[in-house]
């Protein structure tokens, strides 16, 4: 069956070939750069017990979920470019298509946290401990993972049984349910609805609560009468907001374009699906995580201690050897 023949991955498919070496290097250094910012927010807050707040409970779920996701997307893509090596398992395959609507449903309900979390420490200070306290985030980042792994499954398990009739090529970076539906020799009207039903739970329903919660933080923020700390709130709000934004919009266009069937240029559907996808990931521990005061005195002082320690082991190894 040509279901069990697996795929090939064409990346950027109209891109000339003089442009691979560099796409692949901007591949590969988004991938470095999620690595370590993610990596390193991971670290942080498991190594520090002063950590252990609800709002970096959620913020390391985030951190992750983020990682997870280009771990298991970057490197096939980034090895098509630089061992021409783009073919994929048809397991492989359904295995991507899991995990981009597992993490990526997983991050809608992650971000939701996270602005019931703002919400409630703005508009409900003096609540925030009864309210949002570590066992209930704990709990509610639990049920997350779970419940988006099952609608993933649900995808996957849908996208695994079209009939493809010989096609075999992905015109995208990793295997994703509209790249492995467009293959379709058969009519699949009534699975790309469901799926399309899906999709919209999963983004619109964390995406009307995350805008009505920052609508009431800006009122708040607006009713605050010293001037540096409503400047601030606003700079913090509209960097959140900007990543949201980022996150969720060009997800629902590309649904709604493949749903009401708007013909886009293959290589700028496959930049929109890379910006909403992998960009957000390295700016998540900058904006959610590092821009604040207590993870930037941990990482100075775990610097600090690593510095202190190579000073005291050299002076050590210096009067042995006298």
């Known amino acids: ?181 467009s293959l379709a020799c058969k009519d699949i009207r009534v699975i790309k609805h469901l799926i399309f039903g899906i999709a919209m739970f999963v983004l619109l329903l964390p995406l009307a609560f995350i805008l009505f919660s920052y609508g009431v933080i800006i009122r708040v923020i607006i009713s605050q009468t010293q001037s540096d700390s409503r400047r601030r709130a606003f700079y913090t709000c509209a960097t959140h907001l900007c990543v949201i934004g980022l996150y969720f919009f060009p997800r629902i266009f590309v649904y709604v374009a493949n749903q009401v069937k708007l013909i886009l240029n293959e290589d700028i559907n496959v930049l929109i699906l890379c910006l909403y996808t992998f960009v957000p990931h390295m700016a998540n521990p900058i904006i959610y995580c590092l821009r604040t005061k207590e993870i930037r005195r941990t990482f100075k002082n775990s610097i600090k201690k690593r510095i202190l320690m190579k000073t005291q082991h050299i002076s050590v190894i210096n009067t042995v050897t006298k």
């Not at 390391?60 to 997870?68: G, H, M, T």
């Not at 949002?132 to 704990?138: A, D, H, L």
């Not at 049984?161 to 090529?169: A, F, S, T």
Request: glycine fraction near 6%.
């Open 1 to 181: 069956m040509a279901n069990h023949t697996g795929f090939i991955l064409l990346g950027f498919p109209g891109i000339a070939e003089r442009f691979h070496i560099p796409v692949s290097i901007a591949l590969f250094l988004i991938y470095l750069i999620s690595l370590f910012s993610n990596g390193t927010v991971i670290v942080l807050i498991i190594c520090n017990r002063r950590l252990y707040q609800p709002m970096y409970v959620v913020i390391l779920n985030l951190a992750i979920s983020d990682l997870l996701f280009d771990t298991v997307t970057l490197p096939k893509i980034i090895a098509k470019y630089w061992f021409d090596d783009g073919s994929i398992s048809f397991a492989g395959c359904m295995f991507q298509v899991f995990c981009a609507h597992f993490l990526g449903g997983l991050d809608s309900y992650i971000l939701l946290l996270m602005a019931v979390d703002r919400y409630v420490a703005i508009c409900k200070p003096l609540r925030y401990p009864s309210i949002i306290t570590n066992r209930r985030t704990i709990l509610l980042c639990c049920f997350f993972w779970f419940f988006t792994a099952i609608i993933a499954l649900v995808i996957a398990l849908l996208d695994s049984n079209i009939p493809l009739c010989g096609q075999n090529k992905i015109r995208s970076c990793f295997c994703t349910n509209t790249g492995v539906l």
